[in-house]
Nanobody
Framework: VQLVESGGGLVQPGGSLRLSCVASGFTFSRYAMTWYRQAPGKEREWVATVPSAVGTTNYADSVKGRFTISRDNAKNTVYLQMNSLKPEDTAVYYC?????????WGRGTQVTVSS
């Protein structure tokens, strides 16, 4: 099982990034996919979730209206489009796959928002 995040980097405030997470080794379409983030010295926090089947996506209040989570089951990939980035969005972003009690994690990708 693998989850590999990419797309992180350094961006100025107000800029955009799109993160990708490619999954392998399990039936991707059956898993809810979630992005988490962890800033230095802080606990990991939930960012957004897209369900495995038809349903609504959910976002943390801190990113609502700025971030969009989506998935492409044909490509086994989940995305996080991040717009209007703020310095407080700086963190390592992790991809998670979950189905009942089964949970897989990626290793993360660094996002730094700074001028």
């Amino acid at each position: 099982v693998q989850l590999v995040e990419s797309g992180g980097g350094l961006v100025q405030p107000g800029g955009s990034l799109r993160l990708s997470c490619v999954a392998s080794g399990f039936t991707f379409s059956r898993y809810a996919m979630t992005w988490y983030r962890q800033a230095p010295g802080k606990e990991r926090e939930w960012v957004a979730t897209v369900p495995s089947a038809v349903g609504t996506t959910n976002y943390a209040d801190s990113v609502k209206g700025r971030f969009t989570i989506s998935r492409d089951n044909a490509k086994n990939t989940v995305y996080l489009q991040m717009n209007s980035l703020k310095p407080e969005d700086t963190a390592v972003y992790y991809c998670n796959a979950r189905m009942v009690r089964i949970s897989y994690w990626g290793r993360g990708t660094q996002v730094t928002v700074s001028s």
